[in-house]
């Protein structure tokens, strides 16, 4: 039986949680903070007056607010991604394990007392099925399984 290929996931995914998380916060931390200073820095040095450089500093606000709140979405957008794949990937190779055994109980047959352990398969299968998509629970290959 050829296995479903299933995308690696990226590197990010490999490393620890807390280290991603004190990674990341680190370098908005740096990114934020050099942009703050710099671009002050710079409404300063391009200001007139005290208006001028009040405006300045809403509209370097503004920036920063929207820039930072799109690059929040792609960033949450891309975990989330990755930890619905990994949840997918868990869920499909259970069904993939629970197929292989009960092709081999139905080749068995359910006469040999083998009905309960075929019934408590049916059941897992079943509620694997409901927490995947419809589309993607692979479907089972009765007739591969009998016995002529």
């Given at each position: 039986m050829q296995k479903p290929e299933i995308p690696k996931l990226?590197?990010?995914k490999l490393l620890r949680p807390g280290r991603n998380a004190l990674i990341i916060a680190i370098g908005y931390f740096a990114v934020t903070s050099t942009y703050i200073l710099l671009s002050s820095w710079l409404a300063k040095a391009a200001s007139y007056d005290v208006q001028q450089?009040?405006?300045?500093e809403i509209l370097k606000g503004l920036f920063?607010?929207?820039?930072?709140?799109?690059?929040l979405y792609l960033f949450t957008r891309y975990m989330f991604w990755v930890a619905s794949l990994s949840a997918q990937?868990?869920?499909?190779a259970r069904l993939l394990g629970l197929r292989d055994r009960l092709g081999k109980l139905i080749e068995v047959s359910p006469a040999l007392g083998k009905?309960?352990?075929?019934?408590a398969?049916?059941?897992?299968?079943?509620e694997l099925s409901r927490e995947l998509a419809p589309e993607e629970v692979p479907e089972l290959d009765?007739?591969?399984h009998?016995?002529?």
């Open positions: 990226p590197l990010l450089l009040a405006r300045y920063f607010t929207i820039t930072t709140s799109i690059l990937r868990t869920i499909q009905e309960a352990e075929l019934l398969v049916r059941n897992e299968i079943g009765r007739s591969a009998r016995a002529d």
